[in-house]
Structures are given as structure tokens and as C-alpha cells.
């Protein structure tokens, strides 16, 4: 089992900045990646960025590349989101979670452990 805590979500301006922290405890020996994706009131979860647990290789979705950047401390066990010149269409729940195969990377159904979620506003 893994266990993940998410922190640093909160409210920011439009154009501001937050940095997102998924710290995992338990058995994280034989995970494939950390994966960030965000859910708005009434939306599916959609698919953020992922990065491989061991090469660093990252993924990001469309609507998020050149402004966020996904990374990983493994000798901590924690994943980062740095999120910068944010959007109002950025609002939304923010989710870690580990993935313990190694494709399908942005299908919340290759993740198997997910944190409780973080909020983030961004108001305009």
C-alpha cells in the first residue's frame, strides 16, 4: 500500500503561481511513475503530467505545457507541481497518484493510489 498527501494548493490571481507537494509513504518500491491530474465541479478527472519514476521522462497534457513543470525528490518519496501564469480554466481539484504499470500514462485507470486532493483558484 502507498499512501500520498498532497499539499500547497490555495488562491491565486490569474497570471500567479503555486507549487503543488504529493509526499508518499508505504510501499513505493515497484511504482512506474507519479501522475498530477485535476478535476472541476461537474468534469471528469483529466490527465495533467506524469513523470517516470526512475528516467525522469515527462509527459504533459497540452493545455498545460510551458507552464507547468511536473518533478520528483525519490529520495524523499515526494512529486511537485509547479504551476506557473496561471488561468481561471486551471481551477480545479488537484490529484497525485502513483502508477505501478508502465503505459497508458494519462489514464487515471493506470493509476492505483490517489491522495486526497488539493484545491487550487485561480480567480481573474
Known amino acids: 500500500q502507498v499512501q500520498l498527501v498532497e499539499s500547497g494548493g490555495g488562491l491565486v490571481q490569474a497570471g500567479g503561481s503555486l507549487r503543488l507537494s504529493c509526499a508518499a509513504s508505504?510501499?513505493?518500491?515497484?511504482?512506474?511513475?507519479w501522475g498530477w491530474f485535476r478535476q472541476a465541479p461537474g468534469k471528469e478527472r483529466e490527465f495533467v503530467a506524469t513523470i517516470n519514476w526512475w528516467s525522469g521522462i515527462t509527459y504533459y497534457t497540452d493545455s498545460v505545457k510551458g507552464r507547468f513543470i511536473i518533478s520528483r525528490d525519490n529520495a524523499n518519496n515526494t512529486a511537485y507541481l509547479q504551476m506557473n501564469s496561471l488561468k481561471p480554466e486551471d481551477t480545479a481539484a488537484y490529484y497525485c497518484a502513483v502508477r505501478r504499470q508502465p503505459d497508458r500514462v494519462s489514464d487515471p485507470r493506470s493509476y492505483t493510489y490517489w491522495g486526497q486532493g488539493t484545491q487550487v483558484t485561480v480567480s481573474s
Open positions: 508505504g510501499r513505493t518500491l515497484g511504482s512506474y511513475g
